[in-house]
Nanobody, 120 residues
Framework: QLQLEESGGGLVQPGERLTLSCAVS???????????MRWYRQAPGKERELVAD???????KYAEFAKGRFTISRDNEKKMAYLQMNSLKPEDTAVYYC???????????WGQGTQVTVSP
C-alpha cells in the first residue's frame, strides 16, 4: 500500500511559478520504481483532469494545456514526484492531486490534494 502527500501549493500571481511535491510512503514504497506517477487537478465546478504523468523509465506525458509550461519529474531514491509549473495562469487555479494509478498495484492511490490559486 502507498500513502501520497502533496505539498507546495499556494497563492501566486499570473506569470509566476510553483513546484508541487508528492512524497510517497507506506508498506509498498520499496516498489516505487515500478509505479507510474500522475498529477491531476480539479477546478471548482469542473471534473478532475489529468495534468501529466511520468512512467517508470522517466518518460513524461502532458495534457495539452500543460505542454511547454509544466514539467513532471520523479526522484526514485527519495520516493518523490514533482510538478514544476511555470507561467501560471488564473485558469490553472485548482486543487492538484498526486496519483499512483492501477498497474503494478490492483488499486490506485491518491493524495489529499494541494490548493493552487493564481490571482493578481
Amino acid at each position: 500500500q502507498l500513502q501520497l502527500e502533496e505539498s507546495g501549493g499556494g497563492l501566486v500571481q499570473p506569470g509566476e511559478r510553483l513546484t508541487l511535491s508528492c512524497a510517497v510512503s507506506g508498506s509498498g514504497v520499496a516498489f516505487f520504481t515500478n509505479v507510474i506517477m500522475r498529477w491531476y487537478r480539479q477546478a471548482p465546478g469542473k471534473e478532475r483532469e489529468l495534468v501529466a504523468d511520468i512512467d517508470i523509465t522517466g518518460i513524461p506525458k502532458y495534457a495539452e494545456f500543460a505542454k511547454g509550461r509544466f514539467t513532471i519529474s520523479r526522484d526514485n531514491e527519495k520516493k518523490m514526484a514533482y510538478l514544476q509549473m511555470n507561467s501560471l495562469k488564473p485558469e490553472d487555479t485548482a486543487v492538484y492531486y498526486c496519483n499512483a494509478p492501477k498497474g503494478f498495484w490492483t488499486r490506485e492511490f491518491w493524495g489529499q490534494g494541494t490548493q493552487v490559486t493564481v490571482s493578481p
